[in-house]
């Protein structure tokens, strides 16, 4: 078997799909994107096409280290999330050609179904607590809210204030026993991190996101080793380089590896196994589309430690087009008791609909996070 062909599909609202074609007819799907520079993951996808078009796709891990190690520049967001893509598709192709889902190549299912949540809010979170009892009647049993917005090194009591009362209200209308993920989305610098993760202690959440940037955790570890609340990182974290010094450091208690962005099924299964050696959960991080939620399902099933899924049914950037709308059948991510069944199909154990990826293509998307600023004038971070 050899690939013939590789094509990217920029689709909205943000996404970005990738078909990789062969000659003996058998088309795998990935989704290599990286949010707001798409267009920059598609041309490193074409660029690394020049060594793919050819080669027999079933050898994943062989092509996976000649197009992470050959270029002598390596790793990143651009280089990570175009290889993460091929290695979805190329997953895609080779339990296609078998008859099986890709879990079945890993060794097979450790799960049936995962846990997911659903995201309530947006950016800057408004009318949360009546969006988390919905989404608990609609059956999810974990939520997860933005919590901050624009924060200072030094900010005012108003703020915490605020924050605390978002959360205590959700607290309020979902009960005791509904899980509460609290994302700082990286917003919040180190002094404000210590009194955020204070204020909030009460609540009891699931889990505390990005409290700071993964690069600041050192300065903030002993406060993230004390914290009563797991702490979750790992959305801007690229590869098991990437990740290692944060597993050995001992202040997370969740990664989030993003399968669009750190290398694909292939790089985020050994990260996983890696946190497993530490006692350390994953929760995949998948604000994304259908394609990037299948390759995070194969992962779950296999995972001993992946604890629950992230998946973006409803999230505030899917305006023009949401999760299931490329799917031939959405019924392979139906929602049962806030979780979600592994797919049992060939390869990533979805049919895209091909006609109309094309068709939402041919708008295309030109999507870029907000800039924000502080009142001085100065950025803040998103």
């Given at each position: 078997m050899k690939i013939t062909s590789m094509t990217t599909y920029a689709v909205p609202p943000r996404w970005l799909f990738l078909k990789i074609e062969t000659d003996e007819g058998v088309v795998g799907w990935g989704e290599p994107v990286l949010e707001?520079?798409?267009?920059?993951?598609?041309?490193?996808?074409?660029?690394?096409?020049?060594?793919?078009?050819?080669?027999?796709?079933?050898?994943?891990?062989?092509?996976?280290?000649?197009?992470?190690?050959?270029?002598?520049?390596?790793?990143?967001?651009?280089?990570?999330?175009?290889?993460?893509?091929?290695?979805?598709?190329?997953?895609?192709?080779?339990?296609?050609?078998?008859g099986v889902p890709v879990h079945e190549l890993l060794g097979g299912r450790v799960r049936d179904r995962i846990k997911v949540y659903s995201w309530i809010g947006g950016d800057r979170p408004a009318e949360t607590a009546a969006q988390a009892k919905a989404a608990v009647e609609r059956g999810f049993s974990a939520i997860k809210m933005n919590g901050p917005e624009e924060l200072q090194y030094l900010d005012s009591r108003d703020k915490v204030e605020q924050v605390v009362a978002n959360v205590a209200a959700v607290r309020e209308a979902v009960g005791p026993d509904i899980g509460i993920g609290v994302d700082f989305?990286?917003?919040?610098?180190?002094?404000?991190?210590?009194?955020?993760?204070?204020?909030?202690?009460?609540?009891?959440?699931?889990?505390?996101?990005?409290?700071?940037?993964?690069?600041?955790?050192?300065?903030?570890?002993?406060?993230l080793r004390n914290s009563a609340t797991p702490i979750a990182l790992g959305e801007r974290l690229y590869s098991r380089w990437d990740f290692k010094n944060v597993i050995t450091s001992g202040v997370v208690d969740i990664i989030q590896p993003d399968?669009?962005?750190?290398?694909?099924?292939?790089?985020?299964?050994?990260?996983?196994?890696?946190?497993?050696?530490?006692?350390?959960?994953?929760?995949?991080?998948?604000?994304?589309?259908?394609?990037?939620l299948a390759a995070c399902l194969q992962l779950d099933a296999v995972a001993y430690n992946a604890v629950i899924q992230e998946q973006s049914l409803g999230i505030h950037y899917n305006t023009s087009n949401d999760l299931l709308d490329y799917l031939v059948d959405p019924t392979v991510f139906a929602y049962e008791a806030g979780s979600v069944a592994i797919p049992q199909g060939p390869g990533l154990g979805i049919e895209v609909d091909e006609d109309y990826v094309r068709e939402r293509a041919a708008e295309g998307h030109r999507w870029r996070n907000p800039v924000w600023r502080h009142a001085d004038g100065s950025f803040a971070e998103w």
């Open positions: 707001g520079r798409a267009a920059s993951v598609a041309a490193a996808v074409e660029e690394l096409s020049d060594y793919l078009i050819g080669q027999d796709p079933r050898r994943i891990e062989e092509h996976w280290t000649v197009l992470y190690r050959s270029g002598f520049y390596r790793g990143g967001g651009i280089h990570m999330s175009a290889l993460a893509g091929i290695d979805q598709a190329l997953w895609d192709i080779k339990g296609k050609a078998l989305h990286g917003r919040v610098h180190r002094p404000m991190a210590r009194v955020l993760l204070d204020a909030l202690a009460p609540y009891h959440l699931m889990f505390v996101e990005e409290p700071v940037l993964s690069e600041h955790v050192d300065g903030i570890a002993d406060v399968l669009s962005h750190a290398g694909g099924i292939t790089e985020v299964r050994k990260i996983a196994a890696m946190a497993e050696a530490y006692d350390i959960a994953v929760a995949p991080h998948c604000p994304l589309g259908p394609i990037a």
